[in-house]
């Protein structure tokens, strides 16, 4: 499934690992994720590591300052210490494919750099961009229209219900909601009467609520 992300927004990665086995693992646990496009898994994590580092955009990481004994079924989670800033390495539209790879390093020296237990590679797993989002703004007509009418877009798998916030002249002046069927575009109308507008030329906004 992808997730999109618009390009306001940090990623922030979480990664979750386990003992399978049936021994106390024990060290310094540590991942590296790697975002970019056209990754390809090389079989085993060192090549992916060595092979990701230099395909990658961007990449994020964490390592255990201390030492962790991870039981056999415990699992252990942990967070990226560098959150990635979309806009400064991508574009709206990109779709993108993560890698990350894990291990335990006998130091916290060698975080990063020995115990390469594991690697995943998610391919188009994160597009840029807005999952919904409002994609024309009109009127039913130009002279005494009776309706205006807000085209939303919905590019999830599922269908999605949307409040929309209305500005006339910079005030918020009504709100209307619908239910935008999955990746689809789809016409939310409001009647003219409810926004208040008077003679002359107005200035009308169109947001989605949060």
Known sequence: MTTFIPPD?????TVEVENTGGTDLEGYFWFKAYYGKGLVD???????DDLWALAAKVSDSYGDSEKTTLSPGEKKTMIGGSPVAVADHFSVGDVIDVGVVVGIASSSGMVGEEGHADSLLMDDVIQI??????????FSSYENPSTLDIKVRNRQPTSETVTINIYVDGTLTHQVSGTISADSEEVVSVDVANLGLGKGEHFVYCELAD
Do not use: F, H, L, S
């Not at 927004?9 to 990665?13: E, F, G, L, S, V």
């Not at 090389?42 to 992916?48: C, L, Q």
């Open 9 to 13: 927004k940090k990623i922030q990665i």
């Open 129 to 138: 961009g807005r999952a919904i989002e409002i994609t024309g703004v009109n």
């Open 42 to 48: 090389y079989g085993n994590p060192v090549a992916n």
